[in-house]
Each structure stands twice: as structure tokens, then as C-alpha cells.
T-cell receptor
Framework: AQKITQTQPGMFVQEKEAVTLDCTYD???????LFWYKQPSSGEMIFLIY??????QNATEGRYSLNFQKARKSANLVISASQLGDSAMYFC?????????????FGPGTSLSVIP | EAGVTQFPSHSVIEKGQTVTLRCDPI?????LYWYRRVMGKEIKFLLH????????ESGMPNNRFLAERTGGTYSTLKVQPAELEDSGVYFC?????????????FGPGTRLTVT
């Protein structure tokens, strides 16, 4: 069964607008963490943001915020004020467990294109 | 501080040949992961080392793939013999040991083409 689902293969957003990239996950472990990574066309994977299952507040990092809805098992990434450089693949990932010694699995990704 | 490095950046081999990919993690990172992305599909987990031990190798496709991490430093991933379906981009990542919030740092990947 898919642990991480990203239902939007591709998304378009106008420059300076906000965009939400969906991510739902499946786990029975009460301790887990969710990550978002960005992969531009150059190929490198860039860490964006992290949300722990016990975190009380939604994570934010600059223009990135995570809309964490635990009961719905969703961890959507919100990018505010989109820029042309935000065009990339975005991957949602999950680590089950309490430490970094647990593996991380990735979703299929969403391709975001920012239109000038 | 140097990031995660991978060598080679690109390898083209014929079916049946052997290829060895190398990953040098960030110094001091206990965790080292191998992933593969095939034909623009999802990033598939292959295996995870904690120091020199294989913590989880559930993602290794078959016994043609052999990963090692001698001394808990760099890692190699050998494919022998290579098949056409092994083509893809192989990513290595490392992370500190400890907190679950520690993110993974990825290398630039090795693009493997099997012809």
C-alpha cells in the first residue's frame, strides 16, 4: 500500500500567487515526521520543511508552511508569493519512528510550474 | 563543510556489465541512505546504513545489488550484472544520528544508463 500519496502530478501557479501541494500519508505509528523536498531541474534535492507528529503548531520556514491536519493524515505544503525559481518537483516524505535511525520514504512528487 | 558527494555523476554500461557507485556522506553522519529514481517516477528507497551496519535493506530489488559501508564512512553500491531496468538516477543521502527531525542531505545523484 502507498504510504505517501501526492495526487497532483503537475501544478501551475501564477507568479506571486500562493499554491498548495497536497500530501497524504498512511501510518499506524504514533511517532512520525513529515518532510518536504524540492528538486529543481538541476537535479539536487533540497530540504524545505519538517513537521513532527507531536508538534502542536504547523511548521513554517520563510515562504513555506506546512498545513498539518493529523486526523486527516495530510501534510500539505503551502508556498506563498511564488517565484519563478520555485518551478521544480516537490516531494513529500515520511519517517516513521522516534529517531533519525528510521528510514524515510518518498511520495511520487508534484511538478510545479510557476508562470510569469 | 563538504556536502554529500557521489561518483561517478554519469555511467553508461552495457547489459551484463558491472558498475560500482560511490557515496561519500557528510562527515560524522551516522545514517546513509540509497535511493533510486527510475524514468521520472517516485524516489524508491533501497537501503539504509547506520554507521557500518545495514539497518534496513528492504528496498533492494534483488541479489544483483550489493551495498557496503566499510568503516562507517563512504558507501558503495555495486550492480552485477546490470540489466536494462536498472537504469535511473541513484541518490545517496546522509543524516545525523539522533533526532527524528534531522533531515537528509542528498548527493547530486549518479545517472546510470544500461544499454
Amino acid at each position: 500500500a502507498q504510504k505517501i500519496t501526492q495526487t497532483q502530478p503537475g501544478m501551475f501557479v501564477q507568479e506571486k500567487e500562493a499554491v498548495t501541494l497536497d500530501c497524504t500519508y498512511d501510518t499506524s505509528d504514533p511517532s512520525y515526521g513529515l518532510f518536504w523536498y524540492k528538486q529543481p531541474s538541476s537535479g539536487e534535492m533540497i530540504f524545505l520543511i519538517y513537521q513532527g507528529s507531536y508538534d502542536q503548531q504547523n511548521a513554517t520556514e520563510g515562504r513555506y508552511s506546512l498545513n498539518f491536519q493529523k486526523a486527516r493524515k495530510s501534510a500539505n505544503l503551502v508556498i506563498s508569493a511564488s517565484q519563478l525559481g520555485d518551478s521544480a518537483m516537490y516531494f513529500c516524505a515520511m519517517r516513521e519512528g522516534k529517531t533519525s535511525y528510521d528510514k524515510v520514504i518518498f511520495g511520487p512528487g508534484t511538478s510545479l510550474s510557476v508562470i510569469p | 563543510e563538504a556536502g554529500v558527494t557521489q561518483f561517478p555523476s554519469h555511467s553508461v554500461i552495457e547489459k551484463g556489465q558491472t558498475v560500482t557507485l560511490r557515496c561519500d556522506p557528510i562527515s560524522g553522519h551516522d545514517n546513509l541512505y540509497w535511493y533510486r529514481r527510475v524514468m521520472g517516477k517516485e524516489i524508491k528507497f533501497l537501503l539504509h546504513f547506520v554507521k557500518e551496519s545495514k539497518q534496513d535493506e528492504s528496498g533492494m530489488p534483488n541479489n544483483r545489488f550489493l551495498a557496503e559501508r566499510t568503516g562507517g564512512t563512504y558507501s558503495t553500491l555495486k550492480v552485477q550484472p546490470a540489466e536494462l531496468e536498472d537504469s535511473g538516477v541513484y541518490f545517496c543521502a546522509s543524516s545525523q544520528g539522533g533526532k527524528a527531525s534531522y533531515e537528509q542531505y542528498f548527493g547530486p545523484g549518479t545517472r546510470l544508463t544500461v544499454t
